[in-house]
Nanobody
Framework: QVQLVESGGGSVQPGGTLTLSCVIS????????MGWFRQAPGKEREAVGA????????YYADFAKGRFTVSHDGAKNTMYLQMNSLKPEDSAMYYC?????????????????WGQGTQVTVSS
């Protein structure tokens, strides 16, 4: 059984910083490819970024480049999303997702495992 648990969400002022965590537990090699997604009310769930554990590669949506950083700590089985220079339009529920094999990182339907999400609100 693979489980993903996000934490670190909260309320922050525009320009602020938050770091989200996603603790991953379960079968080895079931989570070699990991991603972050977000969904705002009334909008589709969209990809934020992803990490390929085998290649050590990271991928970012255009809106995330230069502001967000995806990283992974193997010893802690945890993936992180550091978000800097936050904007009100970054407000959303943020989810982590994982899959054993490589996926098209923007395609949410290709991820097998999902967390429950953590809320991020950016407001003055």
């Amino acid at each position: 059984q693979v489980q993903l648990v996000e934490s670190g969400g909260g309320s922050v002022q525009p320009g602020g910083t938050l770091t989200l965590s996603c603790v991953i537990s379960g079968k080895p090699y079931s989570t070699n490819f990991m991603g972050w997604f977000r969904q705002a009310p009334g909008k589709e769930r969209e990809a934020v970024g992803a990490f390929d554990l085998r290649l050590g590669s990271t991928y970012y949506a255009d809106f995330a480049k230069g502001r967000f950083t995806v990283s992974h700590d193997g010893a802690k089985n945890t993936m992180y999303l550091q978000m800097n220079s936050l904007k009100p339009e970054d407000s959303a529920m943020y989810y982590c997702a994982a899959n054993g094999g490589r996926v098209r990182w923007r395609e949410r339907n290709e991820y097998k495992y999902w967390g429950q999400g953590t809320q991020v609100t950016v407001s003055s």
